[in-house]
């Protein structure tokens, strides 16, 4: 290959191939590769960050570049192996003629393979050779029960409670960003790691390197985002169920709370409060005076969030106006139908700029006006019938190319109109999220989890995953969605997803709580009456000895207002998850790498909850230091492990004295 230098980038050329690596931040380099001539000048997630320590140097046979801590270095044939310092953290992977090695030739593997589409792009992948004993974290959400990722296969692909931020920290000191939002997967295996993008015009990905995962993740969110300050008044409880179906049931809960003197900081409104979807306003008849409504939930202190879907039926208010415009998502063949849950629906298109603006300005009028200023964006992956990725067209592309973008677009809509109204306490709810979401007051929920002790397991590594993503602020359904009340352990499940969701971003009840044996209010097939609701899911809805439990660790959140929000200030400063990884705290022990079913809530606190049926003691490890426990203020010396109680009321916490 030849080699030569552009500003602070290396560039490699060789046949029809094109490299580009380039200093991006601190400590990092971004990597890029195409076969056209040109490169598409996207930076696709990543905002440029100047380099501080950049160092070129060529020679006839070879060519490195060094940014601060992490180097690279090419051979003639453009092979890559990548340095923290001197230690070697990662290798292109090669079986081929073109890059023989040690191992044999005649696999003709290349770590760089574009398999080009007749008449298209490329399916990209990239292969790199595995490190032994790696530990792999992040890449947003996936619902299983694996903190470490190695050995996992992870589509790269959003659905409903899967969520696709490609972007992991290693136990080997660096952390790396497949900076692509097409459709695709990565094979994390013992052998070696793919990655894979099923329709793209270039390889695009992003390496850092550093002491800490502290540094790690601080340098990654520099440079795509970081969340802004946390408001104050959504630090403690919020209230939701599905599904709230007149503003008088509203204003009853909140009257409620207020009666028996439990602080409500959130009420939400759930879906269906429309007349058809798309409409994306009150159903007058279930809703005559939102504005009154406002002024009486503001005069208790509760701010209102209600549910926007992207969802748009054929028969609603904007249907023409937005199809005659090409505001919507497309689909290659057939029926433009993207979705039939209760409506022949499509889909808004957050990809166009014209669609956001149409979307909020419709929210403004039919929301914000009445003085509701947070909005609760379910369906944001958006959902399809099936996902049928090669089905749909984006304004940005085909679905294979840029489909995983979408939601942290949505949230750009939002975000981007509340700030034109002068806001600054803004936070959104949304079902899924894109590497930088977090940028746009995203508050990501895990989804329509299953209300059982295997799934609050997976809530677990979900948030800590998600956090080491990018994404400090989380939270799951409290006790679930898909959920029966009448099953014999729902409440213990109930207290101790309670208990987590204490020692979570934000504490939010949320639940279809069957049986479903409510009536509907109406029997039309359309209109905020049509559709079913759950079962009561406020906090006195599951006996006294639930609610008792369940208020003691909403006052104990409340007193801890104040630090909860120095954590959520840190991750405005340096990108630190709230829930974080043992190791995260503390690298340097090598048993914090391997524990997965407790975590630090911020620096101070660790908890260990409680994540099987009938547990009644659990096994707690405390990392070098003095720690106390926060019931019984016992004190413990920490690098050792001790057995706790854990009968219903105690979720075992210590505080780093």
Same mark, same amino acid.
């Given at each position: 290959m030849r080699f030569y230098q552009e500003k602070n980038a290396l560039i490699a050329k060789g046949g029809n191939e094109t490299l580009n690596i380039q200093?991006?931040?601190?400590?990092?380099?971004?990597?890029?590769?195409?076969?056209?001539?040109?490169?598409? +000048?996207?930076?696709?997630?990543?905002?440029?960050?100047?380099?501080?320590?950049?160092?070129?140097?060529?020679?006839?046979?070879?060519?490195?570049?060094?940014? +601060?801590?992490?180097?690279?270095?090419?051979?003639?044939?453009?092979?890559?192996?990548?340095?923290?310092?001197?230690?070697?953290?990662l290798k292109e992977y090669y079986r081929s003629f073109h890059g023989a090695n040690e191992h044999s030739p005649c696999m003709k593997l290349d770590a760089r393979e574009f398999k080009s589409y007749v008449g298209g792009d490329y399916s990209i992948t990239m292969r790199f050779e595995a490190n032994e004993n790696e530990k792999i974290f992040g890449m947003g959400q996936y619902q299983q029960p694996n903190l470490n990722l190695k050995g996992c296969v992870l589509e790269l692909a959003q659905r409903n409670s899967q969520i696709s931020i490609p972007f992991y920290l290693s136990s080997y000191g660096y952390g790396f960003l497949w900076n692509n939002p097409?459709?695709? =997967?990565?094979?994390? +295996?013992?052998?070696?790691?793919?990655? %894979?993008?099923?329709?793209? !015009?270039?390889?695009?990905?992003?390496?850092?390197?550093?002491?800490?995962?502290?540094?790690?993740?601080?340098?990654?969110?520099q440079v795509t985002g970081r969340a802004p300050e946390f408001p104050e008044n959504a630090l403690g409880l919020w209230q939701c169920k599905l599904r709230y179906r007149t503003q008088e049931e509203v204003l009853e809960v909140a009257r409620e709370y207020k009666r028996r003197g439990i602080p409500l900081d959130v009420i939400v409104i759930d879906f269906f409060h429309w007349v058809r979807q798309g409409d994306w306003s009150f159903d007058p008849e279930y809703w005559p005076d939102p504005k009154a409504m406002m002024d009486e939930l503001k005069q208790m202190g509760v701010r209102c969030m209600v549910s926007i879907w992207p969802t748009v039926d054929r028969k609603s208010v904007n249907?023409?106006?937005?199809?005659?415009?090409?505001?919507?998502?497309?689909?290659?063949? +057939?029926?433009?139908?993207?979705?039939?849950?209760?409506?022949?629906?499509?889909?808004?298109?957050?990809?166009?700029?014209?669609?956001?603006?149409?979307?909020?300005?419709? $929210?403004?009028?039919?929301?914000? %006006?009445?003085?509701?200023?947070?909005?609760?964006?379910?369906?944001? =992956?958006?959902?399809?019938?099936?996902?049928?990725?090669?089905?749909?067209?984006?304004?940005?592309?085909?679905?294979? !190319?840029?489909?995983?973008?979408?939601?942290?677009?949505?949230?750009?809509?939002?975000?981007?109109?509340?700030?034109?109204?002068?806001?600054?306490?803004?936070?959104?709810?949304?079902? $899924?999220?894109?590497?930088?979401?977090?940028?746009?007051?995203?508050?990501?929920? $895990?989804?329509?989890?299953?209300?059982?002790?295997?799934?609050?397991?997976?809530?677990?590594?979900?948030?800590?995953?998600?956090?080491i993503a990018g994404i400090p602020w989380w939270v799951s359904d409290t006790g679930g969605f898909h959920g029966d009340k009448n099953w014999e352990h729902f409440n213990e499940l109930l207290i101790r997803w309670f208990q987590f969701s204490t020692f979570c971003p934000v504490l939010r009840m949320h639940g279809d709580r069957g049986p479903h044996d409510i009536p509907p209010l109406s029997d039309l097939d359309y209109g905020g009456g049509f559709s079913f609701t759950g079962q009561p899911n406020e906090l006195w809805s599951y006996g006294e000895e639930a609610y008792e439990i369940m208020k003691k660790y909403l006052d104990l959140r409340l007193s801890m207002k104040d630090y909860i929000k120095s954590v959520l200030d840190e991750a405005s400063e340096n990108g630190s998850p709230v829930i974080r990884t043992m190791f995260y705290e503390f690298p340097e022990d090598e048993k914090c790498w391997e524990l997965k079913e407790q975590y630090m809530f911020g620096s101070r606190y660790l908890v260990a909850p409680v994540l099987y049926q009938g547990m009644t003691e659990r096994t707690v490890y405390l990392p070098e230091g003095i720690w106390k426990s926060i019931h019984d203020g016992c004190i413990y010396e920490g690098k050792q492990e001790i057995l706790v109680q854990t009968p219903l009321e105690i979720i075992p916490v210590f505080e780093k004295l």
């Open positions: 200093a991006w931040g601190r400590n990092a380099l971004r990597v890029r590769a195409t076969q056209y001539p040109e490169f598409t +000048g996207s930076n696709q997630a990543l905002d440029y960050v100047e380099p501080e320590d950049v160092e070129i140097n060529i020679s006839s046979e070879t060519a490195e570049i060094r940014n +601060g801590k992490v180097r690279c270095v090419l051979d003639s044939r453009g092979f890559l192996i990548f340095y923290k310092d001197e230690k070697q953290i097409g459709v695709g =997967e990565v094979m994390f +295996g013992a052998n070696y790691t793919q990655w %894979n993008s099923r329709c793209s !015009k270039e390889l695009d990905y992003w390496i850092t390197a550093d002491d800490t995962p502290k540094d790690i993740i601080r340098n990654y969110t249907f023409n106006e937005m199809m005659e415009r090409g505001l919507f998502i497309r689909t290659e063949r +057939g029926s433009i139908q993207c979705f039939d849950f209760q409506g022949d629906t499509v889909i808004y298109d957050a990809t166009n700029p014209e669609a956001r603006e149409f979307i909020w300005q419709k $929210s403004k009028e039919n929301y914000y %006006n009445y003085g509701i200023d947070m909005f609760w964006l379910d369906e944001a =992956e958006p959902e399809f019938s099936a996902y049928d990725y090669e089905h749909f067209r984006y304004y940005t592309g085909p679905a294979l !190319k840029v489909a995983n973008s979408y939601p942290k677009l949505h949230a750009k809509a939002y975000y981007d109109g509340l700030k034109a109204e002068g806001r600054t306490d803004i936070v959104n709810l949304l079902r $899924s999220a894109w590497v930088g979401s977090q940028k746009y007051a995203a508050l990501v929920w $895990s989804g329509d989890v299953l209300s059982s002790f295997a799934s609050l397991r997976d809530q677990l590594s979900a948030g800590l995953n998600i956090g």
